[in-house]
């Protein structure tokens, strides 16, 4: 089994699409249109098992201090490889490299963010509101259930 960890081009954004297209449609990841995606594509890193696309994750930065880690995805026939773990790390990895002191997550994965040694906080203590934007757009909204949590860099 070949495990590759990449940054992708605007050629991976319809697999990517693909492959969270479930957790999109059920709300526990939010839509990224084609047009956002390609904007935002160096934020990602994607994980291939001998060639195809098992999952990725983007990290995106809000303010000098504070990223987000976002539409992390792991295949279901990929899951138990530890490549969600492995993603997050790159993510992590990478925030350390550009500087930043926070890295946050939106989940309902709490305990997998806490194996990584993120931290539960209250919603109202995100540091940069403006990351609500995003959540207007959400099936949820304004009724949110997920759990808020930072990763201090």
């Not at 490889?81 to 925030?95: F, N, T």
């Amino acid at each position: 089994m070949e495990i590759k960890f990449f940054k992708p081009n605007v050629s991976h954004i319809k697999q990517m699409q693909a492959l969270v297209k479930p957790e999109v449609e059920s709300g526990k990841i939010l839509l990224r249109t084609e047009d956002e995606m390609a904007n935002t594509i160096r934020s990602y890193t994607v994980v291939s098992v001998d060639g195809k696309i098992a999952g990725f994750t983007a990290l995106h930065i809000h303010s000098i201090r504070l990223s987000e880690v976002r539409s992390l995805i792991v295949g279901k026939e990929y899951r138990g490889l530890k490549l969600g773990k492995q993603l997050v790390e790159h993510c992590i990895e990478e925030g350390k490299k550009l500087g930043l002191e926070q890295i946050l997550s939106l989940t309902y994965e709490q305990g997998f963010f806490e194996s990584l040694g993120f931290k539960v906080i209250d919603k109202e203590d995100i540091p940069e509101h403006k990351i609500w934007a995003d959540c207007i757009r959400c099936k949820h909204f304004p009724v949110c259930n997920e759990i808020a949590m930072v990763y201090d860099l």
